[in-house]
């Protein structure tokens, strides 16, 4: 009997591609998105169920959850994955925005995770995978709000997987890469307009520059899916998939060497030049 796995974010990028991966793979998909479009995944008729979800809005996810029960009979596999791409300078960038990035990022996942948990504990059992960024592992420079909101899902996430190993639930982190095609870097892009001051356009550029020529192949869609599959459905207690070379690169910068090595490397790979 297939598995049942609901998606947020699936409308583009990561979420897509892990929904039609789960559904090509046999796997029941609700692939839930803010404006709900069944023809994205019209290849998929018998396997996606496209419902509507909106994160930051309580209500709209208890309705997804009851939704997904009601045709589904279970939902095995939660995956945390809307989210809002942003760079900017810490001191331009106003409340408003940075509260937009974190109900989404951030307090959204949270939501989520608290109204699944029940359900999940009365099944007996489950998993639940929140999407993060290698970002959350090797912090660069202009993206303080997005890292910080992250980070916040990389430590609520491994201490509530603790907290469920009990039951059965088992709590994943999916750290993908750098993928500047995907329509999330692209949202980021546009709410970037205004949060660059003249006072930070020699260093925001020199860092731009360097990004230019990035130390690893960027990520792809495709990696993230797998991340998201392999987490779902692995056995272990192992809480973090890496997707992508330069998350992996990180994550050896960031675990395997000293602190003043590791500084040093970041300063090199995204740092202004001469940093």
Not at 48 to 72: F, K, M, Q
Not at 243 to 250: E, V
Request: glycine content about 8%; charged content about 20%; some cysteine.
């Amino acid at each position: 009997m297939s598995k049942t796995v609901l998606i947020t974010g699936a409308s583009s990028g990561y979420g897509k591609a892990a929904a039609e991966l789960f559904a090509g793979r046999g796997w029941k998909v609700l692939a839930t998105m803010r404006r709900p479009d069944p023809a994205l995944f019209a290849a998929f008729p018998d396997r996606v169920t496209v419902l509507p979800l909106d994160v930051t809005d309580e209500r709209s996810i208890r309705e997804a959850i009851a939704s997904g029960v009601a045709s589904h009979g279970a939902i095995d596999v939660w995956v945390n994955n809307a989210g809002i791409g942003l760079g900017s300078i810490v001191e331009a960038t106003p409340d408003s925005t940075i509260r937009e990035i974190f109900e989404t990022n951030t307090f959204g996942v949270f939501a989520a995770c608290r109204a699944v948990i029940p359900r999940m504990r009365e099944q007996g059992g489950g998993v639940i995978v929140n999407v993060t960024s290698s970002t959350a592992i090797g912090i660069m420079p202009l993206v303080a709000i997005y890292a910080a909101s992250k980070c916040a899902v990389e430590g609520f996430t491994e201490s509530m997987a603790y907290e469920l190993e009990g039951f059965n639930i088992k709590a994943r982190l999916v750290e993908p890469g750098y993928a500047p095609t995907t329509n999330f870097t692209a949202s980021g892009s546009a709410r970037m307009a205004g949060l660059f001051p003249a006072d930070y356009a020699a260093f925001a550029q020199a860092c731009f520059a360097r990004m230019g020529s990035y130390p690893t192949a960027y990520c792809t869609e495709a990696e993230v899916a797998e991340a998201v599959f392999a987490a779902a459905t692995d056995e272990s207690p192992r809480i973090r998939y890496p997707a992508g070379p330069d998350t992996r690169l990180l994550a050896e910068l960031r675990w395997s060497t000293s602190e003043d090595h590791y500084q040093r490397k970041m300063r090199e790979l995204f740092g202004p030049a001469g940093a």
